[in-house]
């Protein structure tokens, strides 16, 4: 299926697995066993031949109309992306009137998942793509071109014709369409009566859209690329367990509550209860039992570990395009290998001198929290002050998750508001969990990370709309964990070497390493035992990380890239502009340049800071 489908209109990828709910949950597998590293054992650090750094643009005057047209262009191309399907409109717009959007025109739907509609979807692109082409970059404003290249890269990949069909899976264990679906009902802001009966619409278009989702797995049965029974059989024990929920389930209590906000009479409130717990109990969970009865059918077209991982050359080229969709880039499979490669020697030098200055560092137990999370709030925003810009004004309102949602979140959770009720942040808090680290979870999820990149960017005017609204999952996790590095430098309460080793033995084991074996696995077909060869040769526990990770990333291939290539793009940018620029390097600059360019694609916002650092390097000279 096309990239666009599940960047676009359908929910199952952008919202339901959470792109639009950034918290940032690994899978409950990933080691934290102690590994014997050896810097020796591998020779293999690859070498880049460095970038051409591209000349600066002449100067040219702009042309005003040029940039109203613009303007013009993207409200037009955001007003098409959000209205394609309710659950869109509702997560990036608060007050449709700002945006000249009739909410009578949005269909209440989850919208269709089907290949022609993604074949449609792309038509409409083209045509957007068309008219931003008439327009002449060369006479918008500076600060408007890095928009202009961003928007035309979008409509390209959503525009651009593959040969992909079926080859997208909604399901997987951690961030499938079945398992998501719940918690973005209950994360559905229900602010009036009207935010009611939408909710309540889509409940009900349910089993229409789930009935697509199961049409399609049948048809990638049909053509021999379904599924491992591994990987059905977590599907279906997710299905039974939300079936099995039908008269506990958290949607009683998370809809009930938005309810008693209202301020409806008894009688009001009562009858929005009643039909909730209709819809619940009869379309929402009938759905899941049909789709848990056509999955379930469908174990004998099961593949198997082996055959899943035996890539056709068309199946090896989706797999490099989903892959640059994730990292937002468009390097290939061998340029990205050879990135997180240098990455993985980075952070493994840096875990071992670590270690030969500090050899009890792994078995330090340090709790990374002063135990008062405001204090750990105020802490952050203090060493945000010294780094970065300061943020407009904005409001903050901590929640605890809902007990019912607990053993499925992770210790914290930023969920991006409306794009015009940005101001309005909410983090989920889950009590439940302990924490060691809540430190740089708080970080990532808040300040300086993914809460300070949203209001920040969404509340620059030179930023357009479609590059505040479009998924761009590794520029956001890039910096959420590029975020988290820049506390470990310039935190002060806790033991320096404790907090880096943390970090980057997180990055190393949880994000870097299991992104290297899904290429390795997925692209050039390793076997377990070649994968648990390949681990020993580089001084790691084999036998134990290729028996954590090896079926993993078969059943999810692209699960660690947004993590892991997103972090290693921006981390290596930073290392070279300092290696570049030495003692004229100033972070402060360097950090607010790459903030005011906005979300993009790596390869473009490579070039808009080679050539800021050209213009540090011009104006010392």
């Not at 359908?10 to 066993?33: H, N, R, Y």
């Not at 327009?135 to 035309?152: A, C, G, H, K, W």
């Not at 990638?220 to 929920?245: H, Q, V, Y």
């Not at 090896?550 to 692209?558: G, N, S």
């Amino acid at each position: 299926m096309k990239r666009s489908i599940k960047l676009l209109a359908l929910i199952c990828a952008l919202v339901m697995a959470m792109s639009a709910f950034a918290g940032c949950k690994m899978p409950d597998e990933t080691t934290d066993e102690t590994q014997t590293i050896s810097i020796e054992s591998e020779n293999e650090e690859a070498t880049v031949a460095p970038e051409e750094t591209p000349e600066p643009a002449a100067e040219l005057t702009a042309d005003p109309a040029a940039a109203e047209t613009f303007d013009a262009l993207d409200l037009e191309v955001f007003r098409w992306y959000v209205t394609t399907d309710g659950y869109t409109y509702h997560m990036f717009v608060d007050d449709p009137a700002q945006f000249g959007i009739d909410p009578d025109t949005v269909p209440m739907t989850f919208g269709d998942f089907t290949v022609e509609d993604s074949m449609r979807l792309g038509l409409e692109a083209g045509v957007y793509l068309e008219q931003l082409n008439q327009i002449d970059r060369d006479q918008l404003p500076e600060e408007t071109q890095f928009s202009y290249d961003v928007l035309q890269q979008i409509l390209v990949d959503f525009s651009e014709e593959t040969d992909y069909d079926y080859y997208y899976e909604p399901l997987t264990e951690y961030s499938g369409f079945h398992a998501n679906l719940p918690l973005s009902f209950a994360l559905f802001e229900l602010k009036d009566t009207q935010d009611v009966e939408d909710y309540l619409t889509l409940l009900a278009d349910v089993p229409r859209y789930m009935g697509q989702v199961l049409t399609y797995e049948q048809k990638r049965a049909e053509l021999g690329i379904f599924m491992t029974e591994d990987a059905l059989n977590a599907i279906l024990e997710d299905c039974k367990t939300i079936i099995d929920s039908k008269d506990t389930s958290f949607l009683y209590a998370t809809f009930n509550e938005g309810i008693d906000n209202l301020g409806l009479t008894q009688e009001q409130a009562q009858a929005y209860k009643d039909r909730n717990e209709s819809l619940i109990q009869n379309e929402f969970i009938g759905a899941y039992e049909t789709l848990y009865n056509g999955l379930k059918a469908l174990k004998g077209s099961c593949r198997s570990y082996e055959e899943a991982a035996a890539l056709t050359e068309n199946q090896k080229s989706y797999f490099e395009y989903n892959m640059q969709s994730e990292a937002c880039n468009f390097l290939t499979v061998e340029e990205t290998l050879e990135m997180l490669k240098d990455e993985y020697f980075y952070l493994l030098y840096d875990i071992v001198a670590l270690q030969n200055a500090n050899p009890d560092l792994y078995s330090m137990d340090v709790e990374l929290t002063s135990g008062d999370m405001q204090e750990d709030l105020d802490y952050l925003k203090s060493i945000m002050a010294e780094l970065l810009p300061a943020l407009p004004e904005h409001n903050l309102t901590l929640t605890d998750v809902p007990e019912e949602l607990q053993d499925m979140f992770s210790p914290a959770a930023y969920v991006i508001p409306a794009l015009d009720d940005w101001k309005e942040n909410i983090v989920y808090i889950n009590t439940a969990t302990d924490d060691p680290s809540l430190i740089l979870t708080l970080a990532h999820e808040c300040y300086p990370g993914h809460l300070y990149q949203y209001v920040y960017q969404r509340g620059d005017e030179d930023i357009c709309r479609m590059q505040k609204i479009v998924s761009f999952g590794g520029y956001a996790e890039g910096w959420a964990q590029f975020a988290e590095y820049l506390v470990t430098q310039n935190q002060t309460i806790y033991d320096h070497d404790y907090v880096q080793f943390q970090f980057d033995y997180s990055m190393l084991f949880n994000s870097i390493l299991p992104a290297i074996i899904s290429i390795l696995v997925n692209y050039y077909g390793y076997t377990e035992a070649a994968l648990e060869s390949y681990l020993t040769g580089i001084g790691l526990d084999g036998e134990l990380i290729a028996g954590i990770y090896y079926t993993t990333v078969i059943d999810q291939p692209y699960y660690f890239f947004e993590y892991a290539i997103g972090y290693s793009q921006l981390a290596q940018l930073y290392r070279d502009t300092v290696s570049d620029l030495g003692d004229s390097f100033d972070q402060e600059a360097f950090l607010q340049t790459y903030m005011d360019l906005g979300p993009g694609y790596f390869g473009l916002i490579k070039e808009r800071m080679d050539v800021w650092t050209d213009s540090v390097m011009n104006d010392e000279a």
